[in-house]
């Protein structure tokens, strides 16, 4: 994996930008996406160390790009933060149960973002493969 890029799949343009600007400033190199197409054919050639996508995207939402992770093993322990304007129970739930390690509702805070972004990762590379 590629131990400090970060791929971001979310269709708003202004939470990409804030996204790579917070993360390059916390030390991580972040490539965005528009849609969850676009980041599913980028995760297996760039391996990144994680994935923070939206929900409702175009072309594949990030339920279903969560999914597609985790059954593919060169990003199957990658760490993957699934963050949305959805924050009811159900929508926390769904995201976990499709694959994601955790859970933000926008607005996002930059620091709380960069901190559980570090703790999942920290999370996945300590645990058994």
């Known amino acids: 994996m590629n131990q400090n890029l970060i791929l971001i799949a979310d269709d708003d343009s202004d939470v990409r930008d804030m996204l ?14 528009k849609d969850g197409q676009s980041a599913a054919r980028i ?7 994680g994935l923070i996508t939206d929900v409702r995207m175009p072309a594949m939402n990030g339920m279903e790009l969560c999914q597609l992770a ?10 993957i933060l699934m963050v949305s304007g959805n924050s ?7 995201g976990l149960i499709s694959g ?30």
């Open 43 to 49: 995760l297996t050639v760039a391996k990144p160390v």
């Open 88 to 94: 009811h129970a159900y929508d926390v739930d769904a």
């Open 20 to 33: 790579s600007v917070t993360l390059e400033a916390a030390g991580y190199r972040a490539v965005g996406v």
């Open 70 to 79: 985790r059954n593919t093993p060169a990003t199957r322990d990658m760490a």
């Open 100 to 129: 994601a390690d955790g859970y933000l509702s926008k607005p996002l805070s930059p620091r709380r973002l960069v901190a559980e972004l570090e703790s999942l990762i920290s999370r996945r590379a300590a645990a058994p493969s």
